[in-house]
């Protein structure tokens, strides 16, 4: 049986107040592109299944329609044959439209004019990148880390926390349509941790948090300096918020909505823990930059995760970006 933390509600409570009360501030700064959005949860077009998921959410705060998710498109497991692939993006970094925020492969490399960057930020960091690269973007990056601005700059915000009731572990491999071998690890990691016997019902979680956004202004000139590189059907990167991340896989003998009430509403379940007995929790969370995600199997961790979702010395991997298109800055979609 598992020991149940009965601050999660609490955490949850306030995590979700303080991040439907910030979602308004935490837009980058103003820019020439109109930045519209929107006030339902992330679109699922990056977790799809042969049959309807109804996902109930517990939490769902504002997203641009322009940031694509890729928090689980190249998510690993540490210790498991299932490794983390991190895409290699970068604010200028231009690929074709076919791999924008899939494999991002085929980068179109060449010399690029400087471009201004900076952050989300209350003080906003500010830089020039004066050759866009991978690795100057990385200086870039590990400056901002270092910055008075950074160590004053609020906490990670909960953007996003919803869970669905799925017939069976098997569903689990539909559920990811973009990391299937994710998918599959987070099966074998649960079937291996569960007796089976006192299964009734699955839930599958996510959830997702937000930390700081890097946008690039457009630059005036373009991102190449070499003006015959044909622009048609390129994409570049234009922001990346960086977060982290968990997953978690519920079996129990109770029916969906209670498990839905314990997670939404601790309170209805405060000292009546023998209900729980048949009830086992596999969480696989991630905030580091090389996207192998950490097990863990109680009901503690996902307190732990929803206070302090960054492992020590993190600052969280790429969860969103958005992409413009070479040619006219129109937002990519």
Known sequence: MNIINKGLATAISCVACLAIVSCSNDEPMPNKINDETISESIEDSYMSNTNTVVWDTIVSNQLS????????????????????????????AVFPESTFGNNFDREVTGSKNPILAYTDFSDPFISTIENPSGANYNKFIKQIIRSDEYTTTKKPQLNLFRIANISNLDSLRNLFKYNKDFAKAIQE??????????????????????????????????????????????????????????????????????IKGLLSNWSAFDGDENKLKNTSITIFTNSSLGQNATIHHSFESLHHFLNNPYDEDDYGYPVYCTGCYLEDNSFFH
């Open 65 to 92: 329609k322009n940031e694509i998710f890729i928090g689980s498109r190249y998510l690993g497991i540490q210790n498991w044959n299932c490794i983390g692939n991190p895409a290699d993006i970068y604010l200028g």
């Open 189 to 258: 990691v649960v079937e291996q941790d569960k007796n089976f016997d006192d299964v009734n019902n699955w839930t599958i979680g996510e959830i997702i948090f937000k930390g700081f956004n890097v946008t690039m202004d457009i630059p005036e000139t373009g991102i190449f300096i070499n003006k015959d590189i044909s622009e048609k059907g390129l994409v570049y990167v234009r922001s990346i918020t960086y977060g982290a991340t968990a997953y978690f896989v519920i079996g129990s003998d109770l029916p969906f909505s209670d």
